[in-house]
């Protein structure tokens, strides 16, 4: 495990140096003399900086002396006095040996400082070696060992690659292959667009190898026998790389994973009743996608689930079903866990089929039972909070202001999206809760800090005098609102944020979710949206040749029921699929209801399309 920056660079580094400055100090024989060694082991600074400021001041040589100075600095960083550190690094700079070891620690030290002080962008900015200096070891491993946390800080993960890559050629095996892990992590999220574009970047060659394969793994997943060869090819031209003699353990899981690939599937949806008109969306997305794949050798049968979704069930699994596709309420999944559990319909005591079916759920539920077999996809608005808390933060945003109705779901995703961001950030996250009508305004006021300065002008003007001109102040330590409302709400909302910003300080980002989307927007609707930027499924950002269809087809369809539709189509894609999602989580399938991936407990995650309103038109980004 490599060792924190804050102490030691390696311990076993630092033992060497003491042993060989040990060594080098060896009393001289009385027949030959010999002037003292002047060997500092710059690797780690175990001493208080008083130490090592009274050695340097006792020092002649000038190499010594620096390197003490350097000690120094290094220990007020270990303790944290980066203000030290940073007058003293200061203080030596023009009159520093032009030794590479000496000056190279002294950009290293004064990136620390300002990893602390200033920002990481700076910090990676003053943090780079010429190409000839030749510098020990532990040097290139404390130098590309920060600088791909700087990376990783900076929110720049295939730099951050990059430099883990090179750190790994300065590492004993054992540490090598920790790093490894870490590579394939932080490449797992990545979108394959994003790994493409970087692996003609040859003059890396590990740094490239890892983007090939990562970029193989995610695209050729879904079909083992695609993935078989083109894994092959690239053992071949990388014989040398770290992962060419042993995969990464998930990549392996999913070369060996069986897809599913059934001829019989069954759907179970409440075609009758009060959520008829749900179901039918999602039952016209899998038709739609069944009826684009004329070739396909497959029977989809529906279930109607409103009177009995048990009986439904068996019947599906009666007539031969290989997958099932449904049912949609959460109520009824829980029925279903239940008495697959217990192997017995309590409704009217008959037996339930024990056979292992694999099923896609069409929502989640709070008894998630893991099993090989299960799947959950919904269209979550607590997941969809979640995305929005990793989009915010990869957008550099770093203190959010949440503004939730104060209501279930509206609490729900405001819950969701704390989690989420507390999983990056240490910020804690302001929420304000409103509620309908004419107290969202006061709720806005008071989350914007504008109620608090019309008190203290209204205290000056009883002082002083009416007078007394002063226009009121918002709140200026927020960098971002996200904003949990209804199509009804959002327009208010958002106006009343508008206005309650000062002119002193400049308006925020606004960030919203696909449940606050106007179904039908008028031009001034959408004027007065301007700058906000919303998450949505990516099928409902665009407006091609499908959009038209389904528009003409089912022309009183709202933006709920054409997501139910594109979640229908994205389930009959998926069956083929979440066998190997499952064995290798960092696969992605960019589907029309967003880009897809499946956790280890069967449940599916949504990573959404963004767009923004600008000019009075709503813009994918």
Not at 417 to 430: D, G, L, R, Y
Not at 533 to 544: E, Y
Request: aromatic share 8%; net charge neutral.
């Amino acid at each position: 495990m490599l060792k924190s920056l804050n102490t030691t660079k390696f311990v076993s580094v630092a033992m060497l140096s003491a042993i060989l400055a040990g060594c080098s100090a060896k009393a001289p024989t009385t027949s030959t003399p010999t002037a003292p060694a002047t060997v500092t082991s710059l690797a780690s600074a175990p001493l208080e900086a008083t130490a090592y400021l009274t050695q340097a001041a006792n020092s002649k040589d000038p190499l010594q002396r620096d390197s003490y100075l350097l000690l120094a600095a290094h220990a007020y960083i270990n303790a944290n006095d980066y203000g030290a550190a940073q007058k003293l690094l200061k203080s030596i700079k023009p009159s520093l040996s032009q030794s590479p070891t000496l000056l190279a620690e002294h950009k290293y030290l004064s990136a620390r400082v300002l990893e602390q002080t200033s920002t990481y962008a700076e910090a990676l900015k003053l943090l780079n070696y010429p190409s000839t200096w030749v510098l020990p070891a532990w040097q290139m491993t404390a130098y590309h060992q920060f600088k791909a946390r700087l990376y990783q800080l900076n929110k720049q993960p295939i730099e951050q690659v990059r430099e883990l890559s090179l750190l790994t050629q300065y590492l004993p095996a054992t540490e090598a292959r920790e790093v490894n892990d870490q590579i394939w992590q932080v490449l797992q999220p990545m979108h394959e667009q994003t790994l493409q574009a970087f692996t003609r970047d040859a003059s890396e060659g590990v740094f490239a190898g890892w983007l090939q394969l990562a970029y193989i793994a995610k695209h050729y997943a879904v079909d083992p026998a695609q993935l078989v060869r083109y894994l092959g090819e690239w053992q071949q031209q990388n014989p040398y790389h770290p992962a060419a003699a042993t995969l990464p353990a998930d990549l392996d899981r999913a070369l060996n994973a069986k897809p599913f690939a059934p001829k019989n599937i069954a759907v179970l949806l409440p075609l009758s009743g009060q959520i008829a008109g749900a179901a039918n969306a999602i039952r016209q997305g899998i038709l739609a996608s069944y009826l684009a794949k004329p070739d396909a050798q497959v029977a989809v049968n529906f279930y109607d689930t409103a009177t009995d979704v048990t009986a439904a069930y068996q019947q599906a699994v009666t007539a031969g079903a290989e997958f099932i596709i449904g049912p949609l309420l959460p109520s009824e999944i829980d029925q279903l866990l239940t008495q697959a559990s217990d192997g017995q319909n309590s409704a009217t005591g008959a037996s339930v089929s024990t056979k292992a079916v694999p099923q896609l759920f069409l929502n989640q539920t709070e008894k998630v039972v893991p099993d090989i077999n299960k799947f959950y996809f919904a269209l979550s608005p607590a997941q969809e909070a979640a995305d929005a808390a990793a989009r915010m933060y990869q957008d550099g945003v770093t203190m959010p202001l949440l503004l939730a109705s104060n209501d279930a779901i509206g609490k729900r995703m405001a819950e969701s999206f704390i989690q989420a961001w507390n999983k990056k950030s240490q910020t804690a996250i302001e929420v304000h809760y409103y509620e309908a009508g004419d107290k969202m305004r006061t709720t806005v006021q008071d989350a914007l800090g504008v109620r608090d300065s019309q008190a203290r002008i209204a205290r000056i003007k009883e002082l002083l005098g009416n007078n007394v001109q002063a226009d009121f102040r918002s709140r200026q330590d927020i960098d971002a609102i996200y904003m949990i409302s209804t199509p009804q709400e959002l327009t208010l909302l958002k106006a009343f944020i508008d206005v309650n910003f000062s002119v002193f300080t400049q308006p925020v980002p606004l960030y919203t979710s696909s449940r606050s989307r106007l179904d039908i927007e008028s031009s001034q609707a959408a004027q007065d949206l301007n700058n906000l930027t919303m998450s949505d499924a990516p099928w409902l950002m665009q407006n091609g040749e499908e959009n038209l269809l389904v528009n003409t087809l089912w022309p009183g369809w709202n933006n709920s029921q054409k997501r139910l539709f594109i979640m229908g189509y994205d389930s009959m894609e998926l069956i083929s699929k979440l066998a190997q999602m499952r064995s290798f989580p960092g696969y992605q399938f960019n589907g029309r209801s967003g880009a897809l991936s499946v956790n280890p407990d069967g449940v599916i995650n949504r990573q959404l399309s963004w767009g923004r309103y600008q000019r009075g038109s709503f813009r994918a980004l």
